[in-house]
C-alpha cells in the first residue's frame, strides 16, 4: 500500500442499491471482479513530491533487501508526518535501528565471502586457461597480458603520469568501465592505479595495445568496487598507452644561482644556499 501524504485513505460509504443491475447475475456467473477504482491522479507539485519520496525510500528499501511491512511502514510515515502519537519511543526506534545496521553488515560479511570464494575459482579456471592460449604472457605472480599492437616508444617508470585508452570487462564479458564510450583518454599517475596496471604499464612502450588479464590479489581483492566489480573478481583490460606527459622541471641547483658578490646585499643573511629549493612533487 502506498500512501499518499494529504488524501484521505478511508473508503467511502456505500450507497444502498435500489435494485441490482441486470448484469450482476452475469458477472457472478462469469467469476468476474468489478473493476478497482483508479489510482487519484499526480496533479500538484505536492502530490508528484509525495509520491516521488515515496518511490525512491521504496527503491531503496528493496534494493538493500530489508524485510519491512509495507502497511506498517506507512502507518509510521503518516502518524509521524501528521504528529499523531507513534508507537515507539525514540530510544527504541534508535535500538532498533542500531541492530537492523548489525544484522545487514553481518550479511554483507557473509555475502562477501561467498561473492569471493564464488568469484576466485571461476577466476582460476580462466586463468589457467588462458595462459596456455596463443600469444599470453603468464608471469610469476599471475598477471597475464597479450600484445596487441606493439610499440617502439619509451616504457614509463613508476614515477611518471601516463595517457591512456582502455576497455574494462568482467571474465563473462561484461564491460563495467571504457574510456572510449566517454569519449577521451584518462590521465593517471602510474604508481596510482591496481597493482596490476602498475606493474604492466612499466613494461609497455608507449604507442602499444596490450590485453591484461589480472587476478583478484592484483586488482581490488575482496573488496566491492563499483556495482559490477564484486568481491575476488579477475579483470580483463584492454589499455593503449598514448604518452608519458613531462615531468614537472625541477628547480636550478646551486650553479645556476648568481655568486654572492653578484647578489644584491641580503640585510638578513649574506650566504648564498648551497642548492635552491626543489619544487618538483613527491
Known amino acids: 500500500m502506498i500512501f499518499m501524504y494529504g488524501q484521505d485513505t478511508t473508503p467511502p460509504a456505500s450507497k444502498p442499491a435500489a435494485k441490482k443491475p441486470a448484469t450482476a447475475g452475469a458477472a457472478k456467473a462469469t467469476g468476474s471482479k468489478p473493476a478497482t477504482a483508479a489510482a487519484p491522479a499526480l496533479t500538484t507539485k505536492k502530490d508528484k513530491v509525495s509520491y516521488a519520496i515515496g518511490a525512491d525510500l521504496g527503491k531503496k528499501l528493496k534494493t538493500s533487501a530489508i524485510d519491512v511491512d509495507p502497511t506498517i511502514l506507512t502507518r509510521a510515515l503518516k502518524d509521524t508526518l501528521t504528529g499523531a502519537k507513534v508507537d515507539m519511543t525514540d530510544d ?3 535500538a532498533t535501528l542500531t541492530d537492523l545496521t548489525k544484522d545487514l553488515q553481518q550479511k554483507q560479511v557473509v555475502a562477501s565471502k561467498e561473492a569471493s570464494e564464488k568469484n576466485r ?18 608471469l610469476p605472480d599471475g598477471l597475464q597480458y597479450k600484445i596487441l599492437t606493439p ?3 619509451p616504457k614509463p617508470t613508476a614515477s611518471d603520469t601516463v595517457v591512456c585508452n582502455y576497455k574494462g570487462t568482467l571474465i563473462d564479458g561484461k564491460e563495467f568501465d571504457s574510456s572510449y564510450k566517454r569519449g577521451q583518454p584518462a590521465t593517471f599517475p602510474v604508481s596510482g592505479v591496481i597493482k596490476g596496471w602498475t606493474e604492466a604499464l612499466q613494461m609497455m612502450p608507449v604507442g602499444s595495445k596490450w590485453q591484461l588479464f589480472i587476478p583478484p590479489d592484483l586488482a581490488y ?5 563499483g556495482p559490477d566489480i564484486t568481491p575476488g573478481s579477475t579483470l580483463v583490460f584492454e589499455v593503449e598507452l598514448m604518452s608519458i606527459q613531462p615531468k614537472t622541471a625541477a628547480a636550478p ?15 638578513t643573511s649574506d650566504k648564498v644556499p648551497d642548492k635552491a629549493p626543489d619544487k618538483t612533487p613527491n
Open 151 to 153: 610499440g617502439n616508444g
Open 253 to 267: 641547483d646551486a650553479g645556476d644561482q648568481p655568486k654572492a658578490s653578484e647578489k644584491a646585499p641580503d640585510k
Open 92 to 94: 527504541e526506534i534508535r
Open 121 to 138: 575459482k571461476a577466476g582460476e579456471e580462466f586463468l589457467t586457461a588462458n595462459k596456455s592460449k596463443e600469444g599470453v604472457m603468464a
Open 221 to 225: 581483492g575482496d573488496r566491492q568496487a
